[in-house]
């Protein structure tokens, strides 16, 4: 995290799911990790590294329709990883 974003969030942030989407927005091929590492306030400066060119902040409510949000089927499958312990593994955001 510190080294894309220059955030540091401690020690321990976990894994809870890894998403391969087959294509995104004619990118190509797109492996998603989601890591379960504290919360952010909205203020907390980020500073991109040269590989990135654009991040955001969002409330649930607003991801609804970005393009490149999760969906909610992925949101779900996170979010039980989270409380349950484990890791979800997902493609398109469903679990195979």
């Known amino acids: 995290m510190r080294e894309k974003t220059g955030i540091d969030i401690g020690q321990g942030p976990a894994l809870v799911g890894v998403d391969h989407r087959a294509d995104v927005l004619g990118t190509g091929p797109v492996l998603d990790c989601f890591f379960l590492g504290g919360t952010l306030s ?15 902040m969002f409330s649930l409510d607003e991801l609804h329709g970005l393009p490149l949000a999760a969906r909610r089927s992925t949101l779900t499958a996170l979010h039980g990883a989270a409380r349950g312990g484990g890791v979800a593994y997902l493609r398109e955001g469903v679990a195979p």
């Open 42 to 56: 909205a203020d907390t400066p980020v500073r991109l590294s040269a590989e990135h060119d654009r991040h955001g």
